[in-house]
């Protein structure tokens, strides 16, 4: 089961990471760079992994959940955060 839930998030980390590549393939409106690669699969490995570990050392079913959520919104404000800089930190390149 704990293997089946790693190769998910590998997988889905491939799955997410081929949006953008296929996209610049068609259109010139995409245009990522080998960094941007590198930190999209930074940031989505890191959010899947502290996930997992989550799920599996909390066993609080409602502990986990918020647990989970924290992790995701912490990601969703750190990706926010490069690609349009809403805080102007030196992160975002402001």
Known sequence: MKNKRLKFILTAIAV??????????????VNWTLSDFIAAGILLL???????????????TKYRILACII???????????????IFGSPLAGS
């Open 46 to 60: 890191g959010t899947g992994l502290i996930c997992e570990f989550a799920l599996r050392k909390i066993k609080d």
């Open 16 to 29: 997410l990471l081929l949006i953008p590549f296929l996209a610049m393939q068609f259109t010139e409106e």
């Open 71 to 85: 992790v995701i919104l912490i990601f969703l404000v750190v990706w926010i955060e490069l690609a349009v800089g």
